[in-house]
């Protein structure tokens, strides 16, 4: 009988508790930063070949696409 009763009231705290922590954000007024200076990087141009993919990539990707040639 007590457990049911404790259960019943420990519920209804944590009900309660997370309806007033809810309530409390959605009511809160919130106030903008003030202006934070931007910094701009310069633009990079990549010059060169790509490189080819290491094998063992190479071998997941063929094992990935046809996996009945797995055996366990």
Known sequence: ?????????LTFGVLAAGTAAIGTELLRVRTLPAALPVITLPAVTVVGPRVAPAASTQYAVESAESPARRVQ
Request: glycine share 0%.
């Open 1 to 9: 009988m007590r457990d049911t009763i404790l259960t019943a009231v």
